[in-house]
């Protein structure tokens, strides 16, 4: 499966961020992952550099939850 990113937002707000990746099942359906969880970070970072670190961040956990099944 090639999951392809759909979503990468973070709030502000809140201190979420959000990750959400697609992909088809082989029976032609929708595969639907999806990662949110807490971010905070002291650098001051671009909209598009904090986009790339949540997607890396989400990426580890996700690999790291896949390990644990």
Do not use: N, P
């Amino acid at each position: 499966m090639v999951f392809k990113l759909v979503h990468a937002k973070y709030d502000r707000e809140t201190e979420r961020a959000y990750v959400e990746l697609r992909d088809e099942d082989e029976d032609g359906g929708d595969v639907l992952v999806v990662a949110i969880f807490s971010y905070r970070t002291t650098a001051r970072l671009s909209k598009a550099q904090i986009e790339q670190d949540i997607v890396r961040k989400a990426r580890h956990m996700m690999k790291r939850a896949a390990g644990s099944i």
